[in-house]
């Protein structure tokens, strides 16, 4: 069992930066490959970014490729999703989520574990 718990979200004017963590319990982190998903008032949840478990791997959807980051520390169980030149419709309750039978997945049914998700408000 993995629990995740987001922060960091908040309200930013449009070009600004955020810096969401994700903080795991348990002691198996580092099986899992870690993404960073989101969804908008009215939409689907979509894919943000993954991570692989050994941290080698990345993938990011095309609208915050170049802006986004996506990284993790193992010895901290946190994984983390640097936000910068933030946009308005990059507004959405942003999820963590943890993902151990499926390897670098961009689909929200091969993740088992799911945070509470944090909001991210960027205004015009």
């Known amino acids: 069992q993995v629990q995740l718990v987001e922060s960091g979200g908040g309200l930013v004017q449009a070009g600004g930066s955020l810096r969401l963590s994700c903080a795991a319990s348990g002691r198996t982190f580092g099986m899992y490959d870690m993404g960073w998903f989101r969804q908008a008032p009215g939409k689907e949840r979509e894919f943000v970014a993954v991570?692989?478990?050994?941290?080698?791997?990345?993938w990011y959807r095309d609208s915050v490729k170049g802006r986004f980051t996506i990284s993790r520390d193992d010895a901290e169980n946190t994984v983390y999703l640097q936000m910068n030149s933030l946009k308005p419709e990059d507004t959405a309750v942003y999820y963590c989520?943890?993902?151990?039978?499926?390897?670098?997945?961009?689909?929200?049914?091969?993740?088992?574990?799911w945070g509470q998700g944090t909001q991210v408000i960027v205004s015009s």
């Open positions: 991570i692989s478990r050994s941290g080698g791997r990345t």
């Open positions: 989520a943890a993902a151990g039978r499926h390897y670098e997945s961009l689909s929200s049914h091969d993740y088992d574990y």
